[in-house]
């Protein structure tokens, strides 16, 4: 026995990079546009000075008026530090048994890394040749299932109808369902969760709220699956989010007209860079989310492409992974960023 054996050692997830000198950043899916006016305000005239306090434990400002907007009741609502602390609650919270927890093989990299630190076993599913989740994978026996929907990094998304099927078949276990890119396409299931008591939905503030920077996620279930996470979050830290980002929260969700706003545009960058990849004939995945998932033409190595690009200031995502090395995620930023994208690309490849 060594000091070195008592040590919880772990391959971490590692997050996309924060460059310090001004680059074209695409590579974290963050909004290109600031956060809501109403957010800005409500910082503006923040008490700071009662930064002596702790922050409201509970939360109520921010669980209230999610759920007055969402139209469920506050007890079926958590909210966390990000939607990754919510998602690491949820794997240590609902994934308790010996069974294997169930994910697709190319999904958000965080899941197998929350499964290892706290020890669960796990068993991936692979998507079809499409990059689609086959509902009849995760029928097995098993601990949980997690599903990004829209899933990461492919921007794909699955019927509500499949995502249904799944839930309704494993009543026996806790099917989380990732949401984080909802907001800009998709079905959302949430309003399944009145009829399954086994169904947990996570949303983030973090791509269409644009308030990455102030981490702010949250999740909606039954009564009696919020209350078990709460007990876990009570016992691991009570204090999650500060007092300035359940303000700044409160505020986003109070700004439909801005929100939709930033959405729409987003999506309409979306699609005028698909088209515009596709004309050089790149493969582009059909997107649900605020990136792209594209692969350059023949002849062409992403790998390179995501270097070439790196070197000219302009921070794609390249994920060096079985089946989709030859594909890079491309964050939408304004229609001004992408086109010195697009000019870039056609400058690198020649086109
Ligand atoms: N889920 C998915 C699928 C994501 O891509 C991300 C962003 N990295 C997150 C959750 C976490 O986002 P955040 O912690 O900023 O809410």
């Known amino acids: 026995m060594s000091l070195e054996d008592n040590i919880r050692k772990v391959v971490p997830y590692i997050p996309g990079e924060q460059p310090r000198n001004k680059v074209l950043k695409l590579n974290t899916n963050e909004c290109p546009y600031p956060p809501s006016p109403k957010v800005l305000n409500e910082m503006h005239s923040f008490d700071w000075k009662g930064l002596r306090l702790y922050p409201d434990p509970e939360m109520s ?5 999610l759920a007055s907007y969402y139209g469920v009741k506050p ?10 602390d919510v998602l690491s609650m949820c794997f240590l919270t609902f994934f308790a048994g010996d069974k294997p927890v169930l994910f697709p093989d190319i999904t958000y990299s965080f899941y197998d890394v929350w499964a ?11 998507l079809d040749k499409d990059f689609r989740i086959r509902a009849e994978d995760y029928m097995g026996e098993n601990g949980g299932i997690v599903i990004a929907n829209p899933n990461a990094p492919t921007g794909i998304s699955s019927g509500r109808d499949l995502l249904e099927e799944i839930i309704k078949n494993n009543r026996d276990s806790v099917v989380v369902v990732d949401e984080a890119y909802i907001d800009f396409g998709g079905e959302s299931v949430l309003p399944l ?3 399954y008591d086994n169904l947990i939905v996570v949303r983030t503030m973090s791509k269409s709220r644009a308030l990455a920077g102030m981490r702010i996620g949250y999740c909606f279930g039954c009564e009696k699956l919020i209350k078990y996470l709460n007990d876990v979050k009570y016992s691991v830290n009570s204090y999650t989010l500060n007092s300035p980002s359940i303000a700044a929260g409160k505020a986003a969700v109070e700004d439909e007209e801005y929100f939709r706003e930033i959405v729409g545009k987003t999506v309409a960058t979306r699609q005028k860079t698909a ?24 002849g062409y190595d992403a790998g390179t492409i995501f ?15 079985k089946r989709i090395t030859d594909h890079l995620r491309i964050s939408m930023g304004t229609d001004e960023q992408m086109s010195i994208f697009i000019s870039t690309i056609k400058e690198i490849t020649g086109k």
């Not at 400002?61 to 008026?65: F, N, P, Y």
């Open 61 to 65: 400002d921010l669980i209230d008026s």
């Open 75 to 84: 007890t079926e609502v958590f909210a966390g530090t990000g939607s990754d």
């Open 116 to 126: 290892e630190v706290y020890r669960i076993p796990y068993i991936t599913k692979e």
């Open 193 to 195: 969760i009145e009829d």
């Open 275 to 298: 088209e515009e990849l596709k004309e050089l004939g790149w493969d582009v995945l059909p997107s649900d989310t605020n990136f792209l998932f594209a692969s350059p033409p023949a």
């Open 307 to 321: 270097e070439e690009l790196k070197n000219r200031g302009i921070y794609v995502r390249h994920f060096n992974k």
